[in-house]
């Protein structure tokens, strides 16, 4: 997938051989439920239970994040319509890496999807843009598709930061050459998340424009045109539907508000 990404920007005759579409694609609405470290098996059952109930949906990817320990037990009893991510993975596939899980367990799970780059993981344990980039590469090359997270602190909006910050973290990414089709953007400002802050409709999609005018720059018009980008951070089921109307916002990661029976409110927002 690498080698493609390559070709496509390097070889003169990229044109030729790898035209661009030239219609504009449309992007399949994406829910996420991030559940962090909350749960046991009698909350896991509620959630499970809440989503089972939910119409289905063909408009809407669901992916659901619970905790490590619960990822098989929430996989074996949701309905086949919600995806399981795990929340986090490491860089290799196995070895002395005591606590970590790598994506080949995630997938070994029969799952798809895992997050990378969370504010969380990014400032409460230290990860660099270098170490998320080469997390989501070694995730990519696995075979597992990753919900890819970005994001501002209150300090760097207020000093006019903000777009140089989700650039560069962005730029990790890029400049390995990564395939984007199986990379849906998380934006998440941190001063929004967990905090009741949601960012106006106006903010969100000012930042989802910026970021993809960066990749239609970066990488490609197609690639611009058919990536998601998601937005969390105080996401609930009274905002979900403003925000959800903004051209450039495909979705939303949630937090505290997928482990509540709204949480089908914010998967249907947009229907
Ligand atoms: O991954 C989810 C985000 O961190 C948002 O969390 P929140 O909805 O609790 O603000």
Redesign the pocket.
């Known amino acids: 997938m690498i080698f493609e990404s390559h070709l496509r920007h390097f070889s003169p005759f990229k044109h030729i051989f790898f035209p661009e579409p030239a219609e504009t694609m449309a992007r399949k609405f994406f829910v996420?439920g991030?559940w962090?470290m909350n749960g046991d098996f009698a909350s896991v059952d509620g959630i499970v239970a809440f989503l089972n109930q939910s119409a289905d949906n063909s408009n809407v990817d669901v992916v659901v994040a619970p905790p490590a320990p619960y990822l098989a037990y929430a996989k074996a009893n949701l309905k086949a319509g919600v995806l399981v991510a795990a929340q986090n993975c490491y860089k290799t596939a196995k070895g002395a890496f005591t606590g970590e899980i790598s994506p080949a367990m995630i997938k070994d799970l029969g799952l798809e999807w895992v997050?990378l780059g969370?504010?969380?993981r990014r400032h409460v344990f230290g990860e660099s843009d270098a170490l998320i980039a080469e997390k989501t590469v070694h995730a990519l090359e696995s075979g597992i598709k990753v919900i890819f997270?970005i994001g501002e602190k209150l300090e760097e909006r207020e000093a006019g930061h903000t777009k140089d910050v989700n650039f560069r973290q962005l730029q990790a990414i890029v400049d390995k050459g990564v395939s984007w089709e199986n990379i849906v953007i998380?934006y998440?400002p941190v001063w929004?998340?967990?905090?009741g802050k949601t960012a106006s409709p106006e903010q969100a999609q000012e930042v989802h424009e910026w970021v993809r005018a960066f990749l239609k720059e970066k990488v490609s018009p197609a690639v611009a045109d058919a990536t998601r980008i998601i937005y969390?951070?105080?996401?609930?089921a009274d905002n979900a539907a403003e925000l959800g109307k903004k051209p450039d916002i495909d979705g939303f990661?949630?937090?505290?508000?997928?482990l509540k029976p709204d949480f089908v409110k914010i998967i249907n927002a947009r229907s």
Request: hydrophobic share 30%.
């Open positions: 996420g991030n962090k997050i969370h504010s969380e997270c998380a998440e929004a998340i967990g905090t969390g951070g105080s996401v609930t990661l949630v937090g505290g508000a997928s």
